[in-house]
């Protein structure tokens, strides 16, 4: 069975950083692709960035390049989003999600999702 758990959010100050994680289980990591998008109250869900297969390339929103990262650890089977100098507006819950298929910053892309963390930016 396909699992994504993401784990790191929290409340935060504006100009502060936060670490998101993704674990990965059922499936052979190496093989997938991934995302993570955010949903902020009344809005529809938005892709931040992603991360193709070992060693493949990464996208960002416009919104968050230069101050967002992303990252894989293969060998813990993880996925990281770094996000740095938070601002309000990056206030959502964020979600990783999974593909073994093209991906980028469509969430039709993406076959598998996680349950959701609550990131929330104080100004």
């Known amino acids: 069975e396909v699992q994504l758990q993401a784990s790191g959010g929290g409340l935060v100050q504006a100009g502060r950083s936060l670490r998101l994680s993704c674990a990965a289980s059922?499936?052979?990591?190496?093989?997938?692709?991934f995302g993570w998008f955010r949903q902020a109250p009344g809005k529809e869900r938005e892709g931040v960035s992603c991360?193709?297969?070992?060693?493949?390339?990464?996208m960002y929103d416009v919104s968050v390049k230069g101050r967002f990262t992303i990252s894989r650890d293969d060998a813990k089977n993880t996925v990281y989003l770094q996000m740095n100098n938070l601002k309000s507006e990056d206030t959502a819950v964020y979600y990783c999600?999974?593909?073994?298929?093209?991906?980028?910053?469509?969430?039709?892309?993406?076959?598998?999702w996680g349950q959701g963390t609550l990131v929330t930016v104080s100004s």
């Open positions: 991360i193709g297969l070992p060693g493949g390339s990464t």
């Open positions: 059922g499936f052979t990591f190496d093989d997938y692709a």
């Open positions: 999600a999974t593909t073994d298929a093209g991906y980028g910053l469509g969430s039709g892309a993406y076959d598998y």
